[in-house]
C-alpha cells in the first residue's frame, strides 16, 4: 500500500511539476529586439515570441549582414513580428546604399516597417547629414509604402533629428530606468532602454525595447 501511495505522489508532483513549467514557457514576452551578426548563429526553436523583432540587413552600400536571411525566416517560423534595418553611413551616397539595402531585403516578407540605424555622422556636418540622411528615407518610403522608423540614441537625436524628421516613427535608444527626454518633440514610438537581455536560444546579450505609452505594434506594421 505505502508503495501504490508513493507512486502517486511522485506522480502528482510531476503533473505540478510540468504544469509549472508549460506555465512559464507560455508567460507573455512584453518587450522587443534587435538583432544582427552580433548574436551569431541563433537556435531559433528556442527562441520565445516577443513582442517584435528588427534584423540588420545591410550597412553603406556594401556591407551585407551573413545572417539576415537566416534570422528572417527563423523569425516567421516563430511566428514573431519582424522588420528590417539598414546601418545608415555617409561614407557613401544615399542611392548606393538603398541599391544595397533594396536589392538584399525581400518586400512581401516584412511585416514591419523598415528601420534607418542613425549612430554617427562619419565626419560629415549635421546638414549633410540630414540631406543626405533625407534622400534615403524618401527612396525607403516609395519603395516600401510607409515612412520608415529612424533609430539613434538620445544625445545623437536631439542634435540630427529635429524638425524635418518629426513626422518619423523613432526608436531611442538611451539604457536605463528613465525615460529618454528629447529636445524637438513630444513623442517617440520605441524606447531600446537595456543591452543587457537575455534571450532562450541567443547566447550573445540582446538590446531590450518596449513602446512607449500610446505606441504598440500598431504603430510600426508595414502597410500591405
Not at 30 to 42: A, E, N, R, Y
Not at 98 to 124: C, H, K, W
Request: some cysteine; charged content about 20%; overall charge positive.
Amino acid at each position: 500500500m505505502m508503495h501504490i501511495r508513493s507512486f502517486f505522489i511522485v506522480l502528482l508532483m510531476g503533473l505540478l511539476l510540468s504544469s509549472c513549467s508549460h506555465h512559464k514557457k507560455m508567460e507573455a514576452i512584453d518587450f522587443g529586439v534587435d538583432i544582427s551578426h552580433h548574436q551569431h548563429q541563433i537556435q531559433w526553436k528556442d527562441v520565445p515570441k516577443v513582442q517584435f523583432l528588427y534584423i540588420k540587413a545591410t550597412e553603406g552600400s556594401t556591407w551585407r549582414d551573413c545572417y539576415y536571411l537566416l534570422n528572417l525566416k527563423g523569425a516567421q517560423r516563430r511566428h514573431i513580428p519582424v522588420g528590417t534595418y539598414h546601418f545608415f553611413r555617409m561614407t557613401s551616397g544615399a542611392h548606393d546604399q538603398f541599391a544595397n539595402f533594396s536589392s538584399y531585403v525581400p518586400q512581401e516578407l516584412q511585416d514591419l516597417i523598415p528601420m534607418v540605424d542613425v549612430e554617427t555622422l562619419d565626419g560629415f556636418s549635421v546638414e549633410e547629414v540630414r540631406d543626405s540622411l533625407q534622400v534615403f528615407l524618401n527612396l525607403v518610403e516609395k519603395q516600401y509604402g510607409s515612412k520608415p522608423m529612424l533609430y539613434s540614441s538620445m544625445s545623437l537625436a536631439n542634435r540630427l533629428l529635429a524638425d524635418q524628421f518629426n513626422d518619423y516613427p523613432l526608436y531611442i535608444g538611451f539604457y536605463g530606468k528613465t525615460q529618454p527626454q528629447l529636445q524637438h518633440r513630444s513623442s517617440f514610438t520605441i524606447w531600446q532602454y537595456s543591452e543587457k537581455g537575455r534571450l532562450p536560444g541567443i547566447r550573445k546579450h540582446v538590446d531590450k525595447a518596449r513602446f512607449v505609452d500610446g505606441a504598440s505594434i500598431q504603430s510600426i506594421l508595414l502597410k500591405k
